[in-house]
Nanobody
């Protein structure tokens, strides 16, 4: 079973950048599809970006396309989310998640990291 720990959140002004990291342990990292989700107060959790096991296929929510980039380093058991041109509406708790091969759902989750974008 994989454990996930996020880092890199914080407070940033609108237009700024942050890079989130998610370190995995306890599993075979390269066997998992990885994703970043976020949840803002009063809103449902949403998938922000996903990346396949080999890093070839990446998908993004329409709201972050062109601004966010997901990447992974299987040698370091880490997935990243580079966030540029941040907007106040990007404020949320960001979660890293992993999905087993063949599973329709993400089944492992980190504890989350807060991102706050001030206007």
């Amino acid at each position: 079973q994989v454990q996930l720990v996020e880092s890199g959140g914080g407070l940033v002004q609108a237009g700024g950048s942050l890079r989130l990291s998610c370190a995995a342990s306890g599993g075979t990292f390269s066997s998992y599809t990885m994703g970043w989700f976020r949840q803002a107060p009063g809103k449902e959790r949403e998938l922000v970006a996903g990346i396949t096991r080999g890093g070839i296929i990446r998908n993004y929510a329409d709201s972050v396309k062109g601004r966010f980039t997901i990447s992974r380093d299987n040698a370091k058991n880490t997935v990243y989310l580079q966030m540029n041109s941040l907007k106040p509406e990007d404020t949320a708790v960001y979660y890293c998640a992993a999905r087993d091969s063949g599973s329709p759902n993400y089944n492992y989750w980190g504890q989350g990291t807060q991102v706050t974008v001030s206007s």
